[in-house]
């Protein structure tokens, strides 16, 4: 019983020990031989064919074993592998083609481009298995790719901004609509000779905001502008509606762009971004320049503020998107936007400056004037714009706002000037500085610099006029109060009692 109870134990033991090897055997013989299925798929099947793309993860998974199996010394890999190199550089060869040819699809106009993408991206593997076993071809594949995309987005860029220009308003801001310049009076043809109703030049929408600000808002990812659609239904847009539609075309562009290079070409981190940059850098180029000469040809100071809020909108959509912002277009494009807005402001400011109101066509009354309506509505724009955008206004508008404010305040006070009387000189700064606070509160709800200043401004006038209405009747009580409220306040009782009689005096006269 003993000697069987052995035998018995040995023999299982015999027996597990064969059906082991059996099993790592047949699965050794399974990840190396390459059956006539691979063969005949790989040499001959249709790359599209969805076994192709079966049986090419089958022969990376087997090259990938016999290069194991190599450091192994395991002499059955001299057997197969000249079989899995044929089959290695047949594939390469003909996923190469593939690749190529879906890329050069990029190239035909007016074409969708996302299509192919998305049929690139069902079959990524093709690029991975480049990746793993031919690096150059898959070098080779990168640099066709930024090369054609690269080209597609120059061309679509530099045609959709020149259809898209075509569609400006006509009757946008000229060099001649400056805030100190009177609205001329202009006669048209023979008509004008003879007519009595001359033709006044209209500058309101060129310093009033209107809704312009829902650009920021609701507006901000409306669907972009189609320029041939637009052109049919008549529709004229102005320079800032035509900067948005551009730059939510790069936007969404660009986003998708990203997605696609990071996943199809396996790219993550830097590696990603540097790839995404080559590939839409000629299509920046391209948009840097043809902007930065519509930039120059703008002279509407409200269209370039909201521009420059756009581009912060723009480049915060890209961050919640998890897409890499562009920091550097931004930034070029935003200093020019900043530099022709500073241009802009300046020949405003130079327009006021150099007003000779003593020979304005309209004699100045005490009513507002309408120069300085245009102000108040041009300094209430950005102060709006500012709000809506979110953000504070910032040191670079605020010194801007303050120098515009600085030439007002000195064209009030030659305007005032002109008028003989004194108190009519205070009503004419009083109702012009009330105009800018009222057209400013209706409007703005955060507190400013530039409201403050026309509020301190306006109290003076108005402390300046009550002493100049009251003194020929109270000039003693004013001057008793000038004299005793600093003591008051600096508690000079002593001092103070010296006007016990003189206050009595003041007071009976004053009952």
């Not at 996302?114 to 031919?134: D, G, I, K, S």
């Amino acid at each position: 019983m003993k000697r069987l109870q052995d035998q018995s134990v040995l023999i299982k033991q015999e027996l597990e020990n064969r059906q082991k090897v059996r099993n790592d055997l047949s699965q050794f013989v399974d990840d190396i031989v390459v059956p006539q299925t691979m063969i005949k798929i790989i040499m001959e099947g249709d790359v599209s064919d969805r076994t192709f793309l079966e049986q090419l993860h089958e022969l990376q998974h087997k090259l990938h074993f016999v290069k194991a199996q190599e450091f192994k010394e395991a002499r059955a890999v001299e057997d197969v592998q000249p079989v899995l190199e044929s089959l290695k550089f047949k594939a390469i060869e003909k996923i190469r083609e593939w690749i190529l040819t879906k890329i050069y699809m990029f190239r035909k106009p007016l074409s969708n481009y996302q299509v192919p993408q998305h049929q690139l991206l069902t079959y990524r593997f093709f690029y991975e298995f480049l990746l793993a076993n031919e690096r150059n071809i898959a070098k080779e594949i990168q640099a066709e790719y930024v090369d054609t995309i690269g080209k597609m987005f120059f061309s679509y860029f530099k045609v959709y901004i020149s259809r898209l220009f075509k569609l400006m308003m006509t009757d946008a801001a000229s060099k001649d609509d400056l805030l100190g310049v009177e609205d001329t009076v202009k006669h048209t043809g023979l008509t004008g000779l003879f007519s009595s109703k001359p033709q006044v030049r209209n500058r309101a929408t060129v310093f009033s905001l209107g809704s312009r600000q829902n650009l920021l808002t609701h507006d901000f990812i409306s669907p972009l502008i189609v320029p041939h659609a637009a052109k049919e239904s008549n529709q004229k847009f102005q320079f800032e509606t035509l900067f948005r539609s551009i730059h939510l075309a790069l936007v969404d562009h660009s986003s998708h762009e990203f997605l696609f290079v990071a996943d199809f070409f396996l790219f993550s981190g830097q590696a990603a971004i540097n790839f995404h940059s080559k590939v839409m850098s000629r299509a920046i180029d391209q948009l840097l320049k043809d902007l930065e000469q519509r930039i120059a040809l703008n002279f509407d100071a409200i269209s370039l503020y909201l521009c420059i809020r756009l581009c912060d909108k723009f480049r915060n959509l890209l961050i919640e998107r998890e897409i890499p912002p562009m920091d550097e277009y931004w930034e070029t494009i935003c200093n020019q936007l900043w530099i022709r807005f500073d241009q802009v402001m300046k020949m405003h400011n130079d327009s006021v400056n150099t007003l000779d109101v003593r020979k304005m066509q309209t004699p100045v009354d005490t009513r507002p004037h309408y120069i300085i309506r245009r102000y108040a509505e041009l300094t209430c724009a950005f102060l709006v714009v500012s709000e809506c955008s979110g953000k504070e206004l910032g040191k670079k508008i605020e010194a801007i706002l303050e120098t515009s404010e600085d030439a007002m305040e000195q064209l009030l006070l030659r305007m005032s000037a002109t008028l003989p009387q004194q108190k009519d000189r205070l009503v004419f700064l009083i109702n012009n500085y009330d105009l800018i606070l009222s057209i400013i509160d209706d409007r703005v709800v955060q507190d400013n610099r530039i409201h403050s200043i026309i509020h301190e401004l306006n109290q003076k006038a108005i402390g300046e006029f009550v002493e100049a209405t009251l003194s020929p009747h109270f000039s003693a009580l004013f001057s008793f109060v000038t004299e005793c409220e600093p003591l008051v306040n600096q508690g000079h009782a002593q001092m103070l009692s010296r006007y016990n009689g003189r206050g009595e005096f003041i007071s009976s006269g004053f009952h």
